[in-house]
């Protein structure tokens, strides 16, 4: 854009947007903007594009500027004209997904973690929220300056739910095995447990063999035992869910997105990360990401022993992943939001927050809020 830029920025913040940086795309300028409670973007052209919901707000250098509400039916066009707008998988680098509950925090936090060399994903573990956080995915990159990679991660108990996510644009599809484990099996008697390895299928006892009384060495104080009733409950918990994983990969396998496929777990033994790691890619089930609810040393030492995907967890407080890992940061932005409006001004603290009032808050304390977040994640 060569023709007055400051003019326009500036005619678009006397009428209350907060402008980010521009894009240049098949023949548009094409600005994000925000107002409380309205996340928007205009384009400078000179013929209207075929979106919905649009409005010109005024003529500029021979053109009219229109503004178009940012939703999904809208986003298809954006992508089109600005493919850098598009999501990416995992890739090298260290990688950090953010759990939000509304587009504004993603501005400075995707900015932030560019300049770390850290690749920003939004999270998403709810199938209600998969249409809000594709939005919220391509939104971080679009106000931030789409200074890096970005990628957006749902995490889902069905199958079908991760089908829709990688048709929404999502690059990392992680499957939550909780519902197809037999988590009861460690807590059968001996009489139980020996019917149950009697009634071993043929394919079940020849995995048990594989690692009953096996003893492996990954430290000089880390050393995995397979005694014979762990390593049994162990397939008796998470033979069935072996089938479940592979059947998944290979249905999203088929719908020809470039995706990362993952697992997550609340909790996990580390005897069943080495049983699943193992047994998966004995299946062919490419995994490239293990998601569970903790950081844990011994998980990290497995990973890097057993190779082949990223070891991932939840973090209560903000840190930035180790070399290769992924981090889920939940409400990163609004924490250090409620901090700096504590100290700001304490009286306008209310809990809970309607998204409204936050919102209003959050545009008046955006450059503070934004200095938290750098602050917060110093590493």
């Known amino acids: 854009m060569t ?4 003019e326009l920025l500036e005619a678009l913040r006397r009428q209350g947007f907060r402008t980010f940086s521009y894009f240049l795309g098949k023949g548009n300028t094409i600005f994000p903007l925000w107002k409380p409670g309205e996340w928007s973007f205009g384009v400078l ?9 649009g409005e010109v707000l005024f003529a500029f250098a021979k053109k009219r500027f229109f503004r178009f509400p940012f939703t999904l039916k809208n986003l298809g066009w954006l992508r089109e004209v600005l493919p850098e707008l598009a999501p990416q998988t995992l890739g090298e680098k260290g990688a950090v997904g953010l759990e939000e509950e509304t587009l504004s925090f993603f501005p400075e936090t995707f900015r932030i973690l560019w300049e770390k060399d850290v690749t920003p994903f939004v999270h998403i573990s709810s199938q209600e929220n998969l249409e ?11 106000t931030g300056g789409r200074k890096g990679p970005f990628g957006a991660s749902a995490c889902a108990r069905e199958k079908n739910h991760l089908e829709r996510a990688l048709r929404l644009g999502y690059t990392v599809g992680i499957f939550d095995g909780r519902n197809s484990i037999r988590s009861e099996a460690f807590s059968w008697d001996e009489k139980k447990l020996a019917d149950a390895f009697f009634a071993l299928s043929p394919r079940e006892k020849e995995t048990w063999k594989r690692y009953a009384e096996r003893s492996i060495r ?4 880390f050393v995995l035992e397979f005694p014979e009733k762990l390593c049994l409950q162990i397939l008796l918990a998470y033979f069935p869910l072996l089938d479940v994983l592979e059947e998944c990969f290979v249905s999203l396998s088929g719908q020809r997105f470039s995706f990362d496929f993952g697992i997550f777990f609340e909790n996990l033994l580390p005897e069943a990360h080495f049983f699943l790691a193992e047994e998966l890619h004995r299946r062919g089930v490419d995994f490239g990401l293990l998601l569970l609810g903790a950081e844990s040393r011994e998980h990290f030492l497995l990973s890097q022993a057993i190779q082949g995907y990223r070891l991932g967890f939840f973090a209560e407080e903000p840190i930035l992943p180790r070399e290769g890992s992924y981090v889920v940061l939940k409400d990163f932005g609004f924490r250090s939001f409620r901090e700096v409006l504590a100290r700001e001004d304490p009286k306008l603290f209310q809990d809970p927050l309607q998204r409204e009032t936050l919102e209003t808050l959050l545009f008046r304390f955006y450059e503070a809020v934004a200095t938290e977040m750098r602050m917060r994640l110093q590493s």
Do not use: H, M, N
């Open 132 to 142: 809000q956080g594709i939005l919220s995915a391509v939104w971080g990159a679009f």
């Open 3 to 6: 023709e007055r830029p400051e």
């Open 218 to 221: 990954f430290s000089e104080d």
């Open 45 to 53: 052209t000179e013929r209207e594009p075929p979106l919905e919901g």
